[in-house]
């Protein structure tokens, strides 16, 4: 009796061991042999290639760790299902999944890029207030111009971006270009983004009227702004 007892927990222990342990690898040698996952699959191998070669070595071995976490995880798993729930196929849910997580490197990647080929003002930098983040990307010139992204979010939430370009004055980029919200005229309103560096970061202003125009047309929420002062970034990963 106490023999077949201690048998049903363990053969318990090991259901839960293999319910917490979520996707594995006799589950990946199935979705191999359907053609459109193995694309995608190899898709997603090519990331770790390219992740070698532009990222610093302490950013890749986070990178390397943090997709093999990823893969053999509940939430690979979770995510998985849910979209089988929603009427996907075994394959193509687990295809898809996959490829979300190749457009998330993708944009890791995308700012590896950023802050390997930094040069002078170009480069990434992160701002924090409170529950506010910001994420300021400067990128080489063309032409004379630096390219200027301004993410923001707020309680993890996106809460707005500013996409512009300027050529720099000494120190400082006046950044004009466009809010990506519904309720911005890019033929009547307009946006600017004074950027003010120095060796540790930058510091963003906007003019008093365009922090007013932001909330009273309801470009941003109220308490959300892009002024701040955003902090060079070393690792990719710092902004995560």
């Known amino acids: 009796m106490r023999r077949n007892f201690t048998r049903l927990l363990l053969l318990c222990a090991l259901a839960i061991a293999e319910c917490a342990w979520g996707f594995s690898q006799k589950e990946q040698t199935k979705l191999l ?16 290639d390219r992740a070698k070669s ?3 070595r302490e950013d890749f071995l986070v990178f390397q760790k943090r997709e093999n976490e990823w893969l053999y995880s509940d939430e690979h798993d979770s995510e998985a299902r849910k979209a089988m729930s ?10 898809s999944v996959l490829a979300m997580r190749i457009d998330d490197a993708e944009s890791l990647l ?14 990434l930098y ?15 010139p063309e032409e004379g111009a630096y390219a200027v992204e301004i993410t923001l979010t707020n309680n993890g939430e996106p809460a707005g971006y500013f996409e512009g370009s300027a050529k ?6 006046e950044a004009t270009g466009d809010l990506l919200v519904e309720e911005y ?19 963003a202003a906007t003019t008093e009227k365009f922090k007013r125009d932001s909330h009273g047309k309801k470009w941003l929420d109220t308490n959300v702004i892009f002024d701040g002062r955003y902090v060079r970034q070393k690792s990719v990963f710092e902004t995560r």
């Not at 929603?86 to 295809?95: C, E, F, V």
């Open 33 to 48: 042999q359907n053609a459109d996952y193995r694309e995608t699959w190899n898709q997603y191998q090519e990331l770790f």
């Open 54 to 56: 532009g990222m610093s």
């Open 86 to 95: 929603d009427g996907l196929s075994r394959t193509d849910a687990y295809a």
């Open 110 to 123: 995308d700012r590896a890029e950023v802050i390997r080929t930094s040069d002078g003002v170009s480069g």
């Open 126 to 140: 992160l701002m924090k207030n409170g529950a506010l983040a910001g994420e300021l990307i400067v990128r080489l």
């Open 168 to 173: 720099l004055n000494g120190k400082t980029l």
């Open 185 to 203: 005229d890019p033929e009547k309103d307009s946006a600017a983004v004074t950027l003010t560096f120095d060796s540790a970061g930058a510091s």
